[in-house]
């Protein structure tokens, strides 16, 4: 195995350390100075550095990141956006490998390491989605490690053959299944969710569940959520995405549903978007339920909007929730990186020795001078091979 150095960085903008890389995993961190030299040593001088991001929420499989502007059409509600992109998908090619490898090859530009991605499965497409993007992951040589939620954006009982078509994802290979606003969408909140659960308690995948619906409909589909992830054992594999009504409800409520949601080990990924309301971040971090954050698509057939950027939607996450000080800053960019571990099944995601070698070097003073900056990144490291430098991806694919 090589063995080599990034000498003179500082984690999470602590003292300055050389960490020593062997293979694919950092193996030593010591003060600055003191690592032996070697010929493939790189100079870090003196930057800050992180754990490489880690996307939560992603959808790589449908945007036209790389292709001549699209011009945004069709309504504005879930239903019309779904409508819009089975009508028009194909005209960009989507889902198509070389675009997916451009989405990818831009996570890792902007220092994201790891994503959970959401892929499209449905009656037009079958699994065809999911071979996409692993063919896409491969041609990166897994520099971003791709971990995929076989997701049923047409809605599932309301169209009959979706529940085979997840099974069968499950069974080879999804690490989890998806779901839809199961009220909202599928209009039968109590099939789809059976249905869903199911299928992962038998093939043993985890559930990541968009769920858009607001208010009281999106906190009786949490309750729905809770009660059958309790029946199942399946605590601390099920996500909700999205999930915008938590930050809507009653205090009371509120915090009644984090009790229980806490007890199921039930997880959250957002993209914080504007004009939502503000989850209850602190109150869920006291409970352990985990908050990963995500890009979702970007430049897609439902929004033009996003870059990719995952510090840029901690930087989000942290206007959204009035986040001000050192510590409430320094939080967000956790959540964007060691916290978010769980999300593509990591035990630790960190600068410390035994950690799978994902950093990235950024020019600032300290971890909240970065967030509120998003300045470039120097350096990208993932895997154990330098992959971008000074905003410029290296590999070739
Ligand atoms: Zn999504």
Do not use: C
Not at 16 to 37: F, K, M, S
Not at 56 to 71: I, M
Not at 290 to 300: E, K, M, Q, V, W
């Amino acid at each position: 195995m090589t063995s080599w150095t990034i000498a003179n960085v500082r984690p999470w903008g602590a003292a300055p350390v050389d960490l020593t890389i062997d293979g694919t995993e950092i193996t030593g961190v010591r003060p600055a100075g003191t690592a032996r030299p070697d010929s493939e040593s790189v100079d870090g001088r003196g930057l800050l550095a992180l754990p490489g991001f880690v996307n939560a929420h992603a959808h790589v499989d449908k945007s036209w990141w790389g292709q001549p502007w699209v011009s945004y059409g069709g309504e504005p509600t879930t239903q019309g956006r779904i409508a819009h992109e089975r009508a028009e998908r194909d005209r960009y090619g989507i889902p198509g490998v070389d675009g997916t490898v451009a989405v990818l090859r831009e996570y890792l530009r902007h220092g994201t390491t790891a994503t959970r991605t959401h892929v499209d499965v449905d009656l037009g497409l079958g699994l065809r989605g999911i071979e996409v993007v692993r063919e896409a992951a491969d041609r990166l040589d897994g520099a971003i490690d791709v971990e995929i939620v076989a997701f049923p954006q047409d809605g599932v009982i309301r169209r009959p053959g979706v529940l085979d078509l997840l099974d069968r994802a499950a069974q080879a290979g999804a690490t989890s299944i998806g779901g839809l606003d199961p009220a909202g969408i599928d209009r039968d909140p109590v099939a789809q969710l059976d249905g869903l659960f199911e299928i992962a308690e038998r093939r043993g995948v985890g559930l990541d569940i968009h769920l858009h619906d607001g208010g009281e409909l999106g906190a009786f589909q949490y309750e729905l959520i809770i009660d059958r992830t309790l029946r199942t054992g399946l605590q601390g594999r099920v996500t909700v995405s999205h999930g915008f009504a938590l930050g809507e409800l009653a205090p009371d409520r509120q915090r009644a549903l984090l009790d229980d949601g806490g007890e199921a080990g039930i997880s959250w990924a957002t993209v914080a978007p504007v004009r939502t309301a503000p989850l209850p971040w602190r109150g869920m971090a006291e409970r352990g339920i985990g908050i990963g954050l995500g890009t979702d698509g970007i430049r897609d057939l439902w929004s033009p909007f996003g870059d990719g950027d995952l510090l840029r939607i901690a930087l989000g996450f942290a206007r959204l929730h009035g986040l001000r000080t050192d510590e409430e800053l320094t939080a967000a960019v956790e959540l964007a990186t060691t916290k978010a571990a769980p999300f593509v099944h990591r035990e630790r995601h960190d600068l410390v020795p035994g950690a799978r070698a994902d950093l990235v070097l950024i020019d600032a003073q300290n971890v909240p001078d970065a967030l509120v900056r998003v300045p470039p990144r120097a350096l990208v490291v993932a895997g154990g091979r330098v992959v971008a430098r000074d905003g410029e991806v290296l590999l070739n694919a």
